[in-house]
């Protein structure tokens, strides 16, 4: 039997098998499970898959695999290859499992409502939807909407779920290839198939239209949303039908998306003159609709109200209360056009007033102008000194930010299990550590304590998928395992149980594949990426320590988050080695060097003095005090060439040539990386993409014995998104590299932001990786330089709200604090904006939103920033130029500044555009 199975598949006899899996009992066909099992197994490597026929063979086997093995096994193992549609239909009739519709098959509609009508499934609205679709094309993606009418099911029941369930209609809606080669009228072949048979009388016109309406609260995406409403206007209804529809259409006011709004919004401008116009339920929506952020919704709110306050003039005093909402939007012409209304049906009093008055402080210049009959004259602010005005950013230390470490074995036990898939990177700094300070304090009783966090570790080696940092932590707590069990043979039974399956797990799949990497390797056998480097080096450090019984803490561990170290403690640490007469480990030092906050020196640098001896305390004051030089004699350069790094040194320092050193381009060390927009033309000159790069920074670095761990670092010369996505449930690791330089970070930073800001965020990896940069910039509180206004005006300019957030909030603490130059940003968001790289309106309505009234100081940097701006864009407006200097305009006349406009070459030119400005 065995024999006759192999047989088949080995001659991808596919009806054959079929005859024969029917001729067997159920019994038999159980028997044969081990066998369809065990050759889908061996063949599923990609060795296999590049023998000639394999593919046939191996679905061959499926068919056997469908019948023989167990329903849950076999809807696993066949997600990515059930039989055909048509060997099913052979198959059902004599072998059917209870929950066949939960198996992985190929749809086809017709097939699905065979087998229903055989009683073999039922369908339900998500099945039919993910397929219905695709019925009215052919292969060769032909419309054939007649396909429609071969089951009476279809129009009947099936169709109308479409409006009811999320499908992917979407799809062929957008593809317009399929549209022209068909001579689609609409382009969508979906909504001809509509109209078609709702001018036929097949389908009830007036339910496609009301349950097209009625789709977009149904909780669809945003895209989905959106073709449902185009529907609708496909369908192009009468006023009758709209009017017919007005408890549909304002149901749709309350969508979460702006497109039905809008839509509805342009109807109901329409209906607004009909005397069966519903106004009532449309004030009920009003103050939802003047509080939109669209500037459409808006405009058409206010054109249907102004035809309602003409002709109903009952209601002006209920319209009246409610305009004043517009105000919230900081749109000039919007701000206007409500301004020119108020004043045209209000009545100047006191209740006008009152009304107005809660909106005051958004009001523009302009509107308060056309208002000034319903304002109180506003009292100029009093002048605020220079010192009132600065606001200190709070420290990178302190209490709130303070790292707990380890009291107890037990602390140690429950901290293991947590380090390993811990979304807060410095716990693998802490995992290190806390592996030398404690790992040598579990005794026997202790180590049950420990087997869930190697379970854990193990299990995830186990997986196909490279963890985290290149497996660093998982080996270097495999290695730790080793190291117990080689000091408690006889108590850690369970750890070489994990051990022994890595073993087995390792000999099958190398067997499987030349491509499969060996889990079950010491640290020092593990192989990654050149930016990994530095940490693998120190968690080789972390091990030997605990095989010397060397329980000092590792330097470079953080005492603040994200990955701050006191410049106190760190002081302390090296003073204990020093004491026991220890030196610390390269990279541990160095990484320590490189956390280590020199924002406030002075006591550190009198701890220094006091605590320290010979060179080490030289190398701390060297890197605490900014002019002080480097003391020879020179034991360890690296060290002294990551404190110049670290603290940003501009001085040349000859001592260190002979290292290799001086080839070390001057702006990696000062952090000042310049950069530039161009025109990458792609491949062969076919497409051309604004792109940004980094330009000062070529250069061959040539170091000789002495490593740095910053080298590590800059080796990354292009970042990719995907570069960082190991684990995605693990996303704050992916800026982890970033952590260890966070005093000059500065061309990571570029790099970075380039990797986002040249797809403009286009993915949802770049998208997170704008969102740890931005949140990173944030946290650090770093002064400020070329990368930094650089990230910063990308920030501004994400299409990602909370990356925008973030961009604001870097921006109002530091322009606050004084730490941050107008004119640098504003050079940076112009060099951007001259090539058009991203939507002006971003920046636009960020500025209008959130920017604009922050404080006066805040106005007068932004007037100072836009003037930076405009001097780098061209002479031929770009798209929203008009909508920034309404706001240039806008914050001249809220700081009562004269506009400097003498860099800006091309001002008068863009006058003669349409722009025209008041400065008097």
Not at 472 to 480: E, F
Not at 581 to 608: N, S, W, Y
Not at 848 to 857: E, F, L, P
Request: with cysteine; proline share 6%.
């Amino acid at each position: 039997m065995k024999e006759k199975l192999l047989t088949y598949i080995e001659k991808a006899d596919r009806a054959g098998i079929i005859t024969f899996l029917k001729s067997l009992t159920p019994e038999e066909r159980k028997a044969l499970a081990p066998e369809t099992r065990k050759y889908d197994t061996y063949h599923d490597t990609w060795e296999k898959g590049q023998e000639e026929g394999i593919w046939e063979k191996k679905y061959t086997n499926r068919i056997a695999m469908f019948v023989c093995l167990p329903p849950a096994e076999a809807k696993k193992s066949l997600r990515w290859g059930m039989p055909t549609p048509q060997e099913l239909d052979a198959i059902l009739p004599w072998f059917c499992p209870k929950d066949f519709a939960e198996y992985p098959f190929n749809h086809e509609y017709e097939y699905l409502v065979k087998w229903e009508a055989a009683g073999y499934l039922t369908l339900t609205p998500e099945m039919v939807v993910s397929i219905l679709p695709d019925v009215i094309f052919t292969k060769n993606d032909i419309w054939t909407p007649e396909i429609l009418e071969s089951y009476p099911i279809t129009l009947d029941k099936h169709i109308w779920w479409l409006f009811e369930f999320p499908s992917n209609i979407v799809w062929y809606s957008n593809n317009t290839a399929i549209g022209e080669a068909n001579q689609s009228p609409s382009k969508c072949l979906w909504f001809d198939t509509f109209i078609k048979y709702t001018a036929e009388g097949r389908l009830d016109r007036m339910r496609v239209l009301r349950e097209s309406l009625l789709a977009v609260n149904r909780n669809f995406n945003k895209v989905l949303t959106g073709w449902f409403t185009d529907l609708f206007a496909a369908m192009q209804p009468t006023e009758a039908e709209l009017l017919a529809l007005q408890t549909e259409l304002f149901g749709t006011l309350t969508c979460i998306w702006s497109k039905p709004v809008t839509h509805t919004v342009k109807l109901l401008k329409k209906l607004a003159v009909h005397p069966q116009f519903g106004t009532e339920e449309f004030l009920s929506n009003l103050p939802l609709l003047l509080g939109s952020e669209v500037k459409a919704i808006l405009t058409s709110t206010l054109s249907v109200v102004e035809v309602i306050l003409k002709r109903k003039k009952d209601f002006i005093p209920e319209i009246i209360a409610m305009l004043c909402t517009a105000f919230l939007s900081k749109d000039e012409a919007i701000q206007k056009k409500a301004a020119e209304l108020f004043t045209q049906y209000a009545s100047p009093g006191s209740e006008s007033k009152a009304l107005l008055a809660a909106y005051a402080d958004n009001l523009l210049m302009n509107t308060r102008s056309l208002l000034a009959d319903y304002l109180d004259k506003i009292e100029p602010p009093t002048p605020i000194s220079a010192e009132e005005l600065l606001v200190e950013l709070p420290s990178v230390i302190g209490e709130e930010n303070r790292i707990p470490t380890l009291q107890s074995t037990e602390d140690f036990a429950f901290f293991l299990t947590q380090a390993v898939d811990s979304s807060e990177p410095y716990f693998f700094d802490h995992l290190l550590n806390n592996l030398v300070v404690w790992g040598n304090q579990v005794t026997k009783a202790d180590l049950v304590l420990l087997e869930p966090a190697f379970k854990k570790v193990y299990s995830r080696l186990y997986k196909w998928g490279v963890p985290i940092l290149d497996s660093i932590p998982y080996i270097t707590m495999t290695d730790y395992a080793q190291y117990l069990i080689h000091k408690f043979p006889e108590k850690t039974k369970k750890l070489q149980t994990f051990r022994d399956k890595m073993d087995t797990v390792d000999k099958d799949r190398s067997e499987q594949s030349n491509y499969y990497t060996k889990r079950q390797i010491t640290l020092k056998d593990l192989s990654v990426e050149f930016i990994y480097t530095g940490f693998r080096q120190i968690a080789i450090e972390a091990i030997e320590k605990i095989k010397n019984q060397d329980a000092l803490p590792l330097l470079s561990t953080p005492t603040h988050t994200p990955a701050w170290i006191n410049p106190l403690t760190l002081i302390d640490r090296i003073a204990a080695y020093q004491q026991q007469g220890i030196e610390p480990g390269d990279m541990d030092m160095q990484l320590a060097i490189q956390r280590c906050v020199t924002d406030f020196p002075e006591e550190a640098l009198i701890k220094a003095s006091q605590s320290l001896t010979g060179e080490l305390k030289h190398l701390f004051i060297f890197l605490l005090d900014k002019n002080a030089p480097i003391e020879s004699p020179i034991e360890h350069p690296s060290w002294w060439m990551t404190a110049a790094i670290t603290k940003r040194s501009a001085q040349y320092h000859p001592e260190l040539e002979p290292y290799g050193y001086h080839t070390i381009p001057k702006a990696y060390i000062t952090g000042e990386i310049e950069w530039e927009e161009y025109i990458n033309t792609g491949y062969n000159g076919q497409y051309e993409w604004k792109h940004f790069r980094i330009t000062n920074v070529e250069s061959q670095i040539q170091l000789k014995d002495h490593k740095l761990f910053y080298r590590y670092l800059w080796g990354v010369d292009k970042i990719s998104a995907s570069h960082f996505f190991y684990d995605r449930d693990h996303k704050d690791w992916m800026l982890f590299p970033y952590l260890a330089c966070p005093n000059n970070a500065d061309l990571f930073l570029g790099r970075i932001t380039f990797c986002f800001a040249n797809c403009d965020m286009c993915e949802v990896p770049e998208q997170t990786l704008a969102l740890l940069t931005a949140r990173l910039v944030h946290e650090l509180k770093r002064p400020f330089h070329e990368m930094h206004y650089m990230a910063l005006a990308c920030f501004l300019f994400a299409k990602v709200k909370a990356v925008q957030d973030y961009g604001f909030a870097i921006w109002s603490e530091n322009m606050a604090a004084n730490r941050l130059d107008p004119i640098r940003l504003g050079t940076a968001l112009g060099k951007i904006e001259a090539m058009e790289a991203f939507p002006l309106k971003r920046l636009a309505d960020c500025m209008s939103t959130y920017m604009i009234g922050v404080s006066h100081k805040h106005n007068q940097s932004l007037v100072v920033m836009l003037e930076a701006l405009m001097q780098q864009l061209p002479q031929k407006p770009i798209k929203n130029l008009k909508k920034l200097l309404e706001l240039y305009n806008e914050l001249l006349a809220l700081t009562q500044c004269r506009p400097n406009i003498s860099g800006v070459p091309h001002w008068r030119s863009w006058g003669m555009e349409g722009t025209s400005l008041n400065y008097s």
